[in-house]
């Protein structure tokens, strides 16, 4: 058995290599240990799983490991979305919750997330606190056993297990967040694309009860997503381009495979980044919303959000890469808004997770309320606030590259990138350096692959690739 390590989403690992049913047993017990030692065992755990290969039967066999440690389980009767799972714990009061995805990964991968009371990702002092007791557990226990398990009948038989299906609670919460009569003062027209993954059903329903018109593609179960990596990016969603501007639809709407993350296509069949969405909802919500506070993103995404939250004089939360950070900024800050360029967001007084199903049905809000495209609004925010181009490249090198690359950066700070004055250097996630004209650049190394990342926005294309290149060419990458 290879390191088990959680990653900014949980533990991920390709299924019958490292994640295997004895590995998972082994997480699982780690994290009701976690719970235990906590005082939380009474207040149960609920367990979700996604529509990959064996995820039903992990699932099973984390619950049968609760029950062994004394810890009631709520299991869904069929897959279930990500934030669907996290916002069931709130319902129930639970410890938390346990779910069975590799989101947005290739097929061959699994994951285990753990999801504390609150709803959200665990910080890093619970992860490394279910990673020691997972260690401890390996160097073995006086009695020779790794994990305590009971079987599900027997649970069921106690009373310990149960199946629910969270679906009607979550929409009702979900219309909190997302006001269906504005919905229903214009009805859209909308092909949703659940990319074969467990957010199928839920966008057709919620807008359903809205009056919307919703074509559905690939929504059925498919634990090899159809041959695509489930992940609602613009060179995924070529379906779905097609099938809003050849059947003449506003919005085409994509969730990946978990459903945390989302994809928006116009009418016209542009699709439109997680960085541009932002700030068109950043913006409407400060138009349709009463509640003020900060704006929280990670490093890497864009600044426009900044220039919308100083123009109301509104405070800008910056943090690491990864939507545990981003989550305990809505809790704790109150964030009118919350999310990260790879397609995470989620708003004040929904749940405290990144949800693909919250965000596709905003944006139908928004579309709907304000009567024009997701393109004439965001010219009429450039307009205002002036225009934005960002990008991210993975760049790819050996090991032994990746390593002199890494000591390159190590004191990395240039007076100037491609003649633009370094205003300011950043280590919070990476090295950013911030650059006059609002210009910027991050540089960060992959936790996992031979890898590095390179996010550039500036003023336009033309300056992005001056500085992408400058990068480039100092760091040796």
């Known amino acids: 058995m290879g390191v088990i390590k959680f990653g900014t989403d949980g533990w991920r690992a390709v299924m019958a290599e490292e994640f295997t049913f004895e590995n998972v047993r082994l997480v699982a017990q780690a994290i009701a240990e976690y719970i235990n030692q906590n005082g939380m065992g009474k207040r149960g755990l609920v367990i979700g799983f996604d529509t990959r290969f064996l995820s039903s ?70 992860t490394d606190q279910i990673e020691r007791n997972l260690m401890r557990l390996l160097e073995g226990q006086p009695d020779g056993t790794l994990y305590r398990s009971l079987p599900l009948e027997e649970g069921y038989r106690q009373g310990a297990a149960r199946r629910i299906d969270p679906r009607e609670e979550y929409l009702d919460h979900l219309a909190k967040s997302v006001s269906l009569e504005a919905i229903r003062q214009r009805p859209l027209k909308v092909v949703v694309d659940p990319m074969y993954g467990c957010g199928a059903g839920y966008l057709e329903e919620f807008l359903g009860r809205a009056d919307c018109q919703v074509q559905v593609i690939h929504n059925t179960c498919d634990p090899l997503f159809g041959g695509i990596a489930p992940e609602p990016m613009g060179r995924w969603l070529n379906e779905l381009k097609e099938q809003v501007t050849q059947s003449g639809a506003d919005l085409g709407l994509a969730l990946d495979g978990d459903a945390d993350r989302y994809g928006v296509v116009d009418r016209h069949g542009r699709y439109f980044t997680a960085n541009e969405t932002l700030y068109l909802f950043f913006d409407y919500l400060l138009r349709t919303r009463e509640h003020r506070g900060p704006v929280a993103r990670t490093v890497a995404t864009t600044h426009m959000l900044d220039r919308i939250a100083a123009r109301h004089r509104l405070p800008v939360v910056e943090t690491a890469v990864g939507f545990k950070y981003i989550s305990q900024s809505l809790r704790e800050n109150g964030a009118v808004i919350g999310g990260e360029e790879s397609g995470g967001m989620s708003v004040f007084g929904h749940v405290p997770e990144k949800d693909g199903i919250l965000a596709c049905a905003l944006m139908v809000e928004m579309v709907a309320a304000m009567g024009k495209d997701p393109g004439e609004m965001e010219k009429e925010i450039q307009t205002e606030y002036g225009t934005l181009a960002s990008e991210r490249l993975d760049l790819h090198t050996t090991p032994a590259e990746k390593s002199a690359i890494s000591e390159r950066l190590n004191g990395f700070n240039p007076a100037d990138i491609a003649g633009y004055k370094v205003l300011e250097v950043k280590s919070v996630d990476g090295i950013k ?7 910027w650049a991050l540089i960060r190394a992959s936790g996992t692959e031979p890898m590095f990342r390179l996010y550039v926005e500036a003023a336009d294309s033309v300056e992005l690739d001056r500085i992408q290149s400058a990068v480039r060419e100092m760091l040796h990458l």
């Open 57 to 126: 039967r992990f699932a099973d066999a984390v619950a049968e490991v609760m029950l062994g440690n004394g810890i009631p389980v709520w299991l869904t009767e069929s897959c279930c979305p990500t934030p669907v799972t996290a916002y069931t714990t709130t319902f129930y009061k639970a410890a938390g919750a346990v779910m069975l995805t590799a989101s947005h990964n290739p097929p061959e991968y699994n994951g285990i997330k753990f999801i504390p009371e609150y709803g959200g990702p665990a910080l890093p002092e619970v």
């Open 433 to 439: 350096l911030v650059l006059e004209g609002n210009r």
